[in-house]
């Protein structure tokens, strides 16, 4: 690795299962349940999911094969590079190496396209011709509008109106992958029109968009229902980023004394530190840590409790670190950080002692993104950023501490699509706003009355 | 290569010289003359260029080593991978095989970086501590504000006002690099200064642009111009395409029938096609073929003349084919395309028959892209829709023909920053626009009276 940059698999290294926690977690999960508190069974999600998801959504089996077909898709961008960020390190001065996993050459420019892909492969052998799904800054619709055209499915996108206006680039990259993308509240479904009825201006918000795309799938011919994060086999599909990243270290005969991951439903953090769980699991010593704004804290300020996906409660209820399903974070610019719970396996890893969690301010976030972006080239996506900040203070950290610490980040798209972001940054006009405390207990006191979940067995 | 997408180069693998065509060419070029037909000297261009990128610009030796500090930064992203668009040939259902070397990897998403990242390098060398440049879409801006950064030089770039006003999220990823970048034309030239006394909403051009990077250049202290494209050292630094892609052919035991890229300025099309027309010039049987637009069709209606890089004829006169230098092409989306002239390299070898020229209509070239976009997943750039549908057009008639053909195309850059021209097609707002053949007459006529090149001697 001397005066090498990056760490560069071929294709026929790359991993062929994918890695799934499930089976390695030293306490069981709670099952997902009903508003009474009952389990919710594999038939419970049938009109929702096809019957192959939900098997590895239950599934405790620890190695699954990547299909082929799914293996073919992955490739055309994967595996993905592991970094040695030099030139970041230099200009910090540090001890520590840094390295990161380059999700962002994908072509939708993230890590969402590692699910998706694998989402329309088991639709399609399920005899399924269209999904739906909703995203709010779109990331997700197009990874998953062009998932579905690589593998021939039809795609409809349910957009939040304020973002489909705002945004109208991501509405476009769906469209070149043929993705038909409506804004919602849309008067395509009842749940869209009962809502125009009442507010003719609505601007919408995810949990109407889950509305819809749900109405639509359930009511729809040979149409399901497609989700880019929180639900476990979503998390499994991602493992495959921590699984090269592990390859590519033993490549280069290092192994990292601290994994990072932004987390905002848990995907992106699950999919690089999983693998490396495991081997905390079983011994290894490394500290793992999840990186959320100070805007949005479920990990360090939301109870663990039963709480539903959506401010409808439409969706089971799932156990999990949550600021309650009525929880409005402020706008911050890493709209895909702004969930109000976290994935369930997520959860349980952190309840189990195995993660670390930290909430970081927006403005030291974006100061990262820019230094990234000068000294590595890359345009961090906002989201990343809180990995790479969190970054910045590990190998700060090594610094006062004089010691040599070797950090692995995830580095989960671009930023191409979100300069406005970054124009606000520069203008002054981002702030660090305090979090309401108030309303975040008033959320937090809407899950009252709701199932608790079980202590660790 | 059986189930393998993508040939990938080690770093160790990476081309440590630039092939310099102007060592090989059967005739001499014609030099760069002045306006009264006298031969400009490499002390005529100090003002402008530092003088280690002149001593390149006139040099006949073969292969120019790349300095160690230019290596490492290219190594953020190169060696980019060299595809087989197996997905695109299957939809073509043809039995050629069609390759693509993906310049879209780059931070900035295109070729540009390549000589971007070379030219601060040597003007750093020089003691140079800022560069001005123009741009148009701002492809270019972006790739030298990047390079500037990561060089640690100033950058300063003049865009067009009409695309500074309209593409806002160009001009934002100069930003995050720090390029200061500024609307032409600008108060802060004697250039621009008088454009605007005429004209105070004047919306600028390319050539006042240019015309306000120079006299900032030569007037500012420590300060220097760089350009894009059209010089022969530009066209050097991006052979690095070219002389990689052969490397990876190499590994898998192919050769190309046919190697195509589209050609604006000629840049991205020498850095692919050189150091292949190299082996051609050694008795190699390959076809190379550059693509234009039909609404910009320097190589393939405009006479070989002697003629200036800009409208207000600034520059030296440049042997080369053009339009005339007053040409103006209609609106076409792919605004790196639209250059009146071609580099002068390129025009030479074109002259001596080493290359095809074709031009292609716009609609033509979206579709292309489009069918790219949902086949192999990436979403091209409006310029290298133009190689895609030259491909596919090689592709049909090796179909036609029943033979196994070798194509390998250059994928310039990538379109996440151009979504708005996949719109205006599938709005059906773009159209194929008749050349005015009146007035491409009218500006090939406004080169006479200047001085004319010698025949190939």
Redesign the interface.
């Known amino acids: 690795m001397s ?4 760490v ?1 698999l ?3 290294e790359m991993p062929r299962q994918w890695y799934n926690i499930a089976a390695d977690l030293p306490h069981p999960m709670p099952p997902p349940v009903g508003k009474d508190g009952k389990p919710i069974g594999p038939e419970d999600l049938a009109p929702v999911f096809p019957m192959n998801l939900i098997e590895q959504e239950v599934s405790t089996k620890r190695w699954i094969d990547i299909p082929e077909p799914v293996l ?2 992955l ?3 994967r595996p993905s590079p592991l ?1 040695r960020a030099k ?1 970041l390190e230099q200009a910090l001065k540090t001890p520590a190496k840094i390295y990161y996993k380059n999700e962002g ?5 993230s890590h969402k396209p590692n699910t998706a892909i694998a989402q329309a492969y088991y639709n399609k052998e399920f005899g399924i011709k269209r999904l739906t799904t909703e995203t709010g800054a779109g990331q997700w619709g197009c990874a998953l509008s ?1 998932s579905c ?2 593998m021939g499915l039809e795609c409809k996108v349910y957009m939040v109106r304020i973002s489909f206006d705002q945004k ?2 991501r509405k ?2 769906m ?4 993705g038909d993308c409506i804004a919602s509240p849309s008067n395509t479904t009842n749940a869209g029109r009962s809502i125009l009825q009442q507010d003719p201006n609505c601007t919408g918000s995810l949990a109407i968009a889950i509305s819809e795309a749900i109405e639509d799938a359930v009511t729809s011919k040979d149409t399901r229902y497609a989700l880019g994060s929180v639900l476990n086999h979503v998390l499994m599909h991602q493992t495959i980023i921590g699984l090269e990243a592990k390859k590519q270290f033993e490549k280069i005969g290092v192994y990292p004394d601290v994994v990072i991951g932004c987390a905002g439903g848990g995907s992106n953090f699950a999919g690089i530190s999983f693998p490396f769980i495991c081997d905390k699991i079983h011994g290894k010593n490394v500290r793992i840590v999840a990186v959320e704004p100070e805007g949005c804290p479920t990990l360090t300020k939301g109870p663990f409790a039963y709480d539903s996906g959506d401010v409808a409660m439409m969706t089971p209820l799932l156990p999990m670190y949550s600021l309650g399903h009525t929880f409005i974070p402020e706008p911050i610019h890493a709209g895909g950080l702004r969930y109000h719970g976290m994935a369930p396996l997520v959860s349980h890893v952190q309840r189990e002692g195995l993660i670390e969690a930290a909430a970081l301010p927006q403005l030291e976030c974006y100061k990262a993104a ?1 230094l990234f ?7 961090p996506a906002p989201e990343t950023s809180h990995a790479i900040a969190m970054t910045i203070r590990e190998a700060e950290k090594a610094k006062q501490e004089g010691k040599e610490r070797v950090i692995c980040m995830n580095w989960s798209g671009h930023g ?2 979100d ?2 972001g ?2 606000a940054f ?1 203008d002054g006009k981002l702030k660090d706003v305090a979090l309401d405390e108030k309303a975040l207990q008033k959320s937090i006191d809407s899950m009252k009355g709701l199932p608790v979940p079980p202590p660790l067995a």
Chains 1, 2 share one sequence.
Request: hydrophobic share 50%.
């Open positions: 005066d090498q940059v990056k560069v071929q294709e026929s073919e898709i490739k055309l961008w970094y030139r050459v994908s072509p939708a420019g062009m055209k690589l109208p680039f476009m990259m469209r070149v992958w043929g820019v972006a000068q000294t590595e080239g890359f345009v191409l699509m300069l406005a970054y124009e520069f």
